[in-house]
Nanobody, 115 residues
Framework: QVQLVESGGGLVQPGGSLRLSCVASGTILSRNVVGWYRQAPGKQREMVARITDRDSTNYADSVKGRFTISRDNAKNVVYLQMNSLKLEDTAMYYC?????????WGQGTQVSVSS
């Protein structure tokens, strides 16, 4: 059984930083595509960043230059470093991964950017 657990969210002022973590059990994240998504109240879930099994990355235009996705294979974790946070980054953040043709999601971690 694959489980993903996100952590690292919180309340931060505009311009601040947070690092989110996505820890997996039941699968080896370094072999999978892993994505970070977010969903703000009343809006659709959107892709924020993605990293492939070959460490190729891509980002939503709204976060390019501010967010960085990376992985620590020894810990089986994928990170999302978020810098220069803006009010519009406020959302629930989720990680996901595709394993054996099934898409798995974590329960999410809340990021709130407010002055």
């Amino acid at each position: 059984q694959v489980q993903l657990v996100e952590s690292g969210g919180g309340l931060v002022q505009p311009g601040g930083s947070l690092r989110l973590s996505c820890v997996a059990s039941g699968t080896i994240l370094s072999r999978n595509v892993v994505g970070w998504y977010r969903q703000a109240p009343g809006k659709q879930r959107e892709m924020v960043a993605r990293i492939t099994d070959r460490d190729s990355t891509n980002y939503a235009d709204s976060v390019k230059g501010r967010f960085t996705i990376s992985r620590d294979n020894a810990k089986n974790v994928v990170y999302l470093q978020m810098n220069s946070l803006k009010l519009e980054d406020t959302a629930m953040y989720y990680c996901n991964t595709l394993f054996q043709w099934t898409l798995y999601w974590g329960q999410g971690t809340q990021v709130s950017v407010s002055s």
